[in-house]
């Protein structure tokens, strides 16, 4: 599944929500929730297109396993709406994903083209 493609139904669903007993209030909340989510993982990938390539011809679209860790993270937002927080730890599944599309940090027109070996990029 796509980042595009998740609906407030399957938003609700995540969230162990009654979709048809929440008011709309509650529904926009859940949609920024969602918004939010897109905005963090555009954060911390670099990838800024949805589903439009961005200026490096990536979108979130093409990652399907950036769609766990967005539902993972509206979860976590939905579930920790407090101002306190109890825990100073981020939840693993998601930075590990995230961390696996993390373009942002390398600079603008330096990756490999495809096939093309360079030691940078050696771990």
């Not at 942002?104 to 027109?109: A, M, V």
């Amino acid at each position: 599944m796509k980042i595009s493609q998740v609906t407030t139904s399957l938003l609700c669903q995540q969230l162990r929500e009654n979709e048809d007993a929440l008011s709309q209030n509650d529904k926009d909340y859940i949609q920024v929730l969602y918004d939010a989510a897109v905005t963090y993982i555009q954060g911390q990938t670099g990838i800024h297109g949805v589903d439009v390539d961005d200026e490096s011809g990536r979108k979130l679209d093409d990652y399907p396993d950036l769609t766990y860790a967005l539902l993972a993270l509206v979860s976590d937002m939905y579930d920790n709406r407090q101002m306190t927080v109890s825990s100073d730890k981020a939840n693993e599944t998601v930075l590990n994903i995230l961390s696996r599309h993390d373009f942002n940090l390398i600079p603008k027109g330096a990756e490999p083209k495809e096939g093309e070996y360079d030691e940078r990029w050696s771990v």
